[in-house]
T-cell receptor, first 109, second 113 residues
Framework: GQQVMQIPQYQHVQEGEDFTTYCNSS?????IQWYKQRPGGHPVFLIQ?????EVKKQKRLTFQFGEAKKNSSLHITATQTTDVGTYFC?????????FGSGTQLTVLP | EPEVTQTPSHQVTQMGQEVILRCVPI?????FYWYRQILGQKVEFLVS????????KSEIFDDQFSVERPDGSNFTLKIRSTKLEDSAMYFC???????????FGDGTRLSIL
């Protein structure tokens, strides 16, 4: 079955540093979605990428979808303490979302 | 903003008992989902539901589990004969269409004793 891997599993950064998480799928994805889960909270949708090579920005967050539609990345510029949480990518080649293992981001003030 | 609501927020049950977790999806959404998240682990897909039937289910979703839409608003997950390893957070989600962004509820924390 489909597997979605994310690296790193954990990342600690000083406030103001940049952060990147990478997502790799074993199969081609029709689209990829990114979610953020705050500690003790539920996944919250951030963005969906559909086109090969697509890049989207949300303020300090930059999302990229690979040319082969099998990988994606999320880059946060100048992290803030509000960025703390676990970032999941999720891919639906069919009718279910397969979540990646997540990257847990800790931002040290 | 409309949201997915789940009840109860926390359910404590003896092993072997049956539990029903309840969800009210967003009203104009057509696809409904259940996910499980064991503490500290990733979110795992259980089942998706559309047009009053299961459209997809994972290997986790065996005969112990069932889903139902008993009326026009509720969407339930029933777990029969619960086991210790069923202890997890269970999230309900809904989306307007298939493969569209999913909106998650706050979850039900299920603790099996």
């Amino acid at each position: 079955g489909q597997q979605v891997m994310q690296i790193p599993q954990y990342q600690h950064v000083q406030e103001g540093e940049d952060f990147t998480t990478y997502c790799n799928s074993s199969t081609t994805l029709s689209n990829i979605q990114w979610y953020k889960q705050r500690p003790g909270g539920h996944p919250v949708f951030l963005i969906q990428l559909v086109k090969s090579g697509e890049v989207k920005k949300q303020k300090r967050l930059t999302f990229q979808f690979g040319e082969a539609k099998k990988n994606s990345s999320l880059h946060i510029t100048a992290t803030q303490t509000t960025d703390v949480g676990t970032y999941f990518c999720a891919g639906p080649p069919a009718r279910q979302l397969t979540f990646g293992s997540g990257t847990q981001l800790t931002v040290l003030p | 903003e409309p949201e997915v609501t789940q009840t109860p927020s926390h359910q404590v049950t003896q092993m072997g008992q049956e539990v029903i977790l309840r969800c009210v999806p967003i009203s104009n959404h057509l696809y409904f989902y259940w996910y499980r998240q064991i503490l500290g682990q990733k979110v795992e897909f259980l089942v998706s539901f559309y047009n009053n039937e299961i459209s997809e289910k994972s290997e986790i979703f065996d005969d112990q589990f069932s889903v139902e839409r008993p009326d026009g608003s509720n969407f339930t997950l029933k777990i029969r004969s619960t086991k210790l390893e069923d202890s997890a957070m269970y999230f309900c989600a809904s989306s307007v269409r298939q493969n569209q962004p999913q909106h998650f509820g706050d979850g039900t924390r299920l603790s099996i004793l």
